[in-house]
Each structure stands twice: as C-alpha cells, then as structure tokens.
C-alpha cells in the first residue's frame, strides 16, 4: 500500500503551492515530535516485572526515541534498539545517557526482514508498533523474523489496541486539533485528519503541523500514515505459523485475561518458540 495515495486532496494542494513539506511519519518533524506526544509509561512498569531482575537480553523493534529501551537498559538488561527511522535514532542516540552505552545497540533496519546474528530473551513489539505493518505479508515476515531470533525460552511480547466503537463509527472522516506549547512563543499545532475503513481495518491519518516560533506560524508539514488494527485471531494465528505458540492474551497489564468487550481496549500478547515434539 502506498501510504502517500491516501492524502486529503486540500492537502495535496498544500503541497502543490509549495506551502508545505512532505514528512513520512516517525521521520523528520514527527520524529522531533514523537515525545511530545507520547504519555503514559504502565506498559515500561509490566516489561520491567515480566522481564525480571536478571540482566536479559532485549530486541525491541520499532524502538524509537527509547521510550522503553534506556528504563530497561537502566535496569541492568541490554536492548538491541531496532528502527528503520534514522530521525528516531538520532533523537534516541542524544537521550543515551555514557553508563548505558554498552547497552544499548541501535540498529537502523526494517523489522519486516532482519538479521542480528544472535538470539534474545525477550523481542517486544509494543505500543501498537505493529499498526505500521498494514500489509499481511510485511505481519508474516516481521513475526518469522522475530521468531528467528528468540532463545528456546525466550518471549515475544506485543501490545496493540482494539479499535474503540467511536473509531469504527468514524467512517466520513473528521478533524482534530491539538497545540502543543514547547516555550513561551514558540510551539506546533498538529491537526490530524482521521477516517476509519471497517472492510480493511484501516485507519487512515492525515497530520498537517504547523511550527510557531517568535508567536508566528513559519513552517507546515503534511503527513500521510496508515494503520492496521488486527484481530486478535490473526495475530495468533500469525504467531503459530512462524513456530511460536501464544503463551497468554491479556487485556491489562495488571494481567486481566483478554476477553472482547466490543468496546475497545489493550490486547498484551506472550508468545513463546514451540517446543519440537
Ligand atoms: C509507535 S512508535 C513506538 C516507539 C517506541 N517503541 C515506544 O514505545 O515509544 C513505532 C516505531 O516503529 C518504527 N517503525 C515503523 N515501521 C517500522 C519498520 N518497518 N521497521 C522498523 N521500525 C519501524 C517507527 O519508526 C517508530 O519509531
């Protein structure tokens, strides 16, 4: 799928006029904008007790600006931190504080199809990091990759949401504004333009940010991205056809089996290598 077919056509003027640049999403200013946005850290909290006290070994994919990766790292583990966003790396590569360096290892690759030479303890595709794999070949792929690189006893932990009734019900499209103030005249205002494809379980999102420095609008973005909500089934069943079998499926990371309420919410998966029989 070409995410860049996908562009409002207002935006597609935007662009035209030479009023806007073109920014994939997690790159250039969505990358430098990624930790504004994020929030909340229950998920760190659950990788941090699953995980355990023993110093592990840790590939996370779609890792990012370290959101997860330095807590863990802190914690004593090492965390091989995988993205295909060389934007998200250097942001991450700034945040690394010297005591952590040796582990943590960044790797620029595409979790669609890696090889790291070695096996883990622990992969962990969270945060809806699994979203950005819309076709089914690039979900197949990613999860033989993963199950490639786990120890016998290793876990594959992933997290994602279920689309929420309001999500679904979004069907025409709608927009958004958000502004976010980063000193006293200078700031972005992100407004999102989303709809949402039932038939293909596809959210589409359109992003135009627009900079403010010195209390004046002096550059705009315009951003395409796409994202797939699986069924859990498929994911299961994804998971099984790469050799692994699901260990778990919870709906809280307080450990609440997983039941579909109809109304949205967290899926946690554990997924462990089949033993050969
Ligand atoms: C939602 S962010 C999650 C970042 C981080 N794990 C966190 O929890 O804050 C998704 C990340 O996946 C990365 N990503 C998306 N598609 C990817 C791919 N095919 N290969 C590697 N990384 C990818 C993006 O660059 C982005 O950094």
């Known amino acids: 799928m070409n995410v860049d077919e996908f562009l409002q056509p207002e ?3 935007l662009l035209a006029l030479g009023a806007a640049e073109l920014h994939a999403d997690y790159h250039g200013i969505n990358a430098r904008l990624y930790d504004s946005v ?3 850290d229950r998920d760190v909290e659950y990788y941090l007790r699953t995980i355990g006290d023993r110093p592990a070994s840790v590939l996370e994919l ?8 330095i807590p863990l790292a802190e914690a004593g583990h090492t965390v091989y931190a995988l993205d295909n966003s060389p934007d998200m790396h250097d942001i991450l590569r700034g945040k690394v504080p010297a005591h952590l360096r040796d582990r943590i290892v960044q790797v620029e690759a595409d979790m669609r199809d890696f090889c790291l030479d070695m096996a883990f303890n622990f992969v962990l595709l969270g945060l809806n990091t699994v979203f ?15 199950s490639r690189h786990l120890k016998p006893e290793g876990r594959f932990i992933l ?4 689309p929420s009734p309001e999500l679904v019900s979004n069907k025409d499209g709608m927009y958004d504004l958000s502004v ?3 000193s006293q005249d200078g700031g972005h205002a992100v407004v999102t333009y989303s709809r949402y494809e039932a038939a293909r379980r596809l959210s589409i999102l359109n992003f ?6 010195d ?3 002096c550059r705009a973005f315009v951003t395409p991205a796409l994202e797939y909500y699986p069924p859990v089934d498929e994911i299961r069943l994804l998971i099984q056809e790469a050799g692994m079998e699901v260990l778990e499926t919870l709906s809280d990371y307080d450990g609440t089996p997983f039941s579909d309420s109809g109304e949205g919410g967290d899926v946690i998966m554990v997924a462990r290598p089949r033993s050969p029989d």
């Open 38 to 40: 994020q929030g909340g």
């Open 215 to 217: 209390g004046r609008l």
């Open 180 to 182: 976010y103030q980063e």
């Open 11 to 13: 935006l597609v003027k």
């Open 132 to 146: 950005s794999l819309v076709d089914h070949e690039s979900r197949r792929d990613c999860f033989h990759s993963v």
């Open 62 to 69: 779609g890792s990012g600006t370290g959101r997860v990766t």
């Open 208 to 213: 135009l940010t627009l900079e403010i420095a």
């Open 159 to 162: 997290y994602f949401m279920y």
